[in-house]
Structures are given as structure tokens and as C-alpha cells.
């Protein structure tokens, strides 16, 4: 069993997580599902930028959602974190790896296909240890790396 207190250090913030253990596995309490989910070192990643938006930003517990289905050219795909704009358009996608995942093209490529679909505001990329954060320039079809994403404002 891997103890919770072994996991990775991270380039956030500390936080404060709950953490309990169930059979064989460490879990970890996830605010916005409201359950305890399995820690996994990707879900250490997801837990602390829910944190970061929610500590940092300012975004509103009720205009982020974690892991949920979206349908991509009739395939069942999942993203990690969405916010949404008070309208119910998209503010930010966010793509978590694993520490371990060296951040690459294909996860470039990853988020822009998720993004077809939420047509999305702001891009966040992250395996918690480099972070890249773009805004979409849509009349340009580029993105524009920002050094950080905005905070919310209502």
C-alpha cells in the first residue's frame, strides 16, 4: 500500500487533503464529486489544481467540475477539471498528467481535440511539476502561452 504522506511534492501551493484508506488502496477526498477516489499520482496532480483554482482563483466550487464524459467524433473521452463562465459557456479545460508524464506535443494535442468540443477560453496543461497555460485566439486560430491563467472575476 503507498502511503499518502510519500506522494510527490508538487510545484503548487501546500494544501490541506483528506485522505483514508479502503482495502488495498490509499483514497483521497475530491471537494468537487464530494467521495473519497482512489490517489493516484495523476489524481495527486488533478487534487491540487482543483486547490489552485479554488484557493488561488477564486473560481466558485459550483463552476468547476472533475472527470466527466464528453463526446469527441462519437468516442467517450473524459477531461480532468472544466470551469465554467456564469453563463454555461467554458472558461478553462484542464489536462493532468502524472508527474511522471514528460508534457509533450501529444498532450498539446490531447487538450485541442478536447477543445473542439468545450470550445474553452483558457487551456491549462500539467503534470504539477511544469505547469502551461494558453488562452485561445480563435479569430487567429493560435494559442497564446500566458504565464499564468486569470482569476475569477464575477
Known amino acids: 500500500m503507498r502511503n499518502f504522506t510519500a506522494m510527490q511534492p508538487l510545484e503548487f501551493n501546500s494544501?490541506?487533503?483528506?485522505?483514508?484508506?479502503?482495502?488495498?488502496?490509499?483514497?483521497?477526498?475530491?471537494?468537487i464529486r464530494k467521495k473519497f477516489v482512489v490517489l493516484t499520482p495523476e489524481e495527486w496532480v488533478?487534487?491540487?489544481v482543483v486547490q489552485?483554482?479554488?484557493?488561488?482563483?477564486?473560481?466558485?466550487?459550483s463552476h468547476v467540475n472533475v472527470e466527466k464524459q464528453l463526446l469527441l467524433n462519437g468516442t467517450k473521452k473524459r477531461y480532468d477539471v472544466l470551469v465554467f463562465n456564469p453563463d454555461g459557456s467554458i472558461h478553462l479545460i484542464v489536462e493532468c498528467k502524472a508527474?511522471?508524464?514528460?508534457?509533450?506535443?501529444?498532450?498539446?494535442?490531447?487538450?485541442?481535440?478536447?477543445?473542439?468540443?468545450?470550445?474553452?477560453?483558457?487551456?491549462?496543461?500539467?503534470?504539477g511539476l511544469t505547469h502551461y497555460f494558453c488562452q485561445l485566439d480563435y479569430q487567429q486560430e493560435r494559442y497564446v502561452f500566458l504565464r499564468d491563467i486569470p482569476a475569477y472575476t464575477a
Not at 479554488?54 to 466550487?61: D, I, R
Not at 511522471?100 to 496543461?125: C, E, H, K, P, W
Open 15 to 31: 494544501y490541506s487533503f483528506r485522505f483514508k484508506s479502503n482495502e488495498n488502496n490509499r483514497l483521497i477526498f475530491d471537494e
Open 46 to 48: 488533478r487534487q491540487h
Open 52 to 61: 489552485f483554482l479554488l484557493s488561488e482563483k477564486n473560481y466558485p466550487k
Open 99 to 127: 508527474p511522471s508524464v514528460r508534457i509533450g506535443q501529444d498532450t498539446f494535442d490531447q487538450i485541442a481535440r478536447y477543445n473542439l468540443v468545450t470550445n474553452a477560453t483558457y487551456l491549462m496543461v500539467t503534470n
